[in-house]
T-cell receptor, first 114, second 113 residues
Framework: KAGVTQTPRYLIKTRGQQVTLSCSPISGHRSVSWYQQTPGQGLQFLFEYFSETQRNKGNFPGRFSGRQFSNSRSEMNVSTLELGDSALYLC?????????????FGPGTRLTVL | DQQVKQNSPSLSVQEGRISILNCDYTNSMFDYFLWYKKYPAEGPTFLISISSIKDKNEDGRFTVFLNKSAKHLSLHIVPSQPGDSAVYFCAAGRRDQGGKLIFGQGTELSVKP
């Protein structure tokens, strides 16, 4: 099976712009979660989608949003970019939406905001 | 509010010796704990997990111990190998919160030949 894929792998934007990141889960997986990784902060949970519905949301401002399509592919959008949004954005997929279900991570999208 | 903490940013051990990585948590509602390993330029890879009803889980060279009263878990790697050099993240979840995982900040393990 192909693993989780994320596009693009690298992105450079300027403050005030918006960005859309894409995640294709492992075939058959219905849950997609997004995480932000910054130095010293570990991975911080953004949101989880399951069967096109947002199941959980982390403590991020409304500028961060996401969606999931019927084929389980997911996108996340960040509007009005700030310098602090520079980070590695990781998505993870799992078969179901449970904490005990192994989450498989993609390689991430490195976003740099100038 | 850091609910999951890894207080050691780095750890260096000799090949063949034991590596012990530690993790503390504050939320007693967590009922599932996991360890992930991450190499540069790759996403985290699942390593081992433990349910809150257990105090130990083994998988080959990897053993995770859970001390619920102390809200502490640890990952033991025996024997350590140079290929184990990576960043290790502990994570915690709640069955009533779906796939949401709370991660620690990570510990960078270096295994020297």
């Amino acid at each position: 099976k192909a693993g989780v894929t994320q596009t693009p792998r690298y992105l450079i934007k300027t403050r005030g712009q918006q960005v859309t990141l894409s995640c294709s889960p492992i075939s058959g997986h219905r849950s997609v979660s997004w995480y932000q990784q910054t130095p010293g902060q570990g991975l911080q949970f953004l949101f989880e989608y399951f069967s096109e519905t947002q199941r959980n949301k982390g403590n991020f401002p409304g500028r961060f949003s996401g969606r999931q399509f019927s084929n389980s592919r997911s996108e996340m959008n960040v509007s009005t970019l700030e310098l602090g949004d520079s980070a590695l954005y990781l998505c993870a997929s799992s078969q179901d939406s449970t904490s005990t279900d192994t989450q498989y991570f993609g390689p991430g999208t490195r976003l740099t905001v100038l | 509010d850091q609910q999951v903490k890894q207080n050691s940013p780095s750890l260096s051990v000799q090949e063949g010796r034991i590596s012990i990585l530690n993790c503390d948590y504050t939320n007693s509602m967590f009922d599932y704990f996991l360890w992930y390993k991450k190499y540069p330029a790759e996403g985290p890879t699942f390593l081992i997990s433990i349910s809150s009803i257990k105090d130990k889980n083994e998988d080959g060279r990897f053993t995770v111990f859970l001390n619920k009263s102390a809200k502490h878990l640890s990952l033991h790697i025996v024997p350590s190998q140079p290929g184990d050099s990576a960043v290790y993240f502990c994570a915690a979840g709640r069955r009533d919160q779906g796939g949401k995982l709370i991660f620690g900040q990570g510990t960078e393990l270096s295994v020297k030949p």
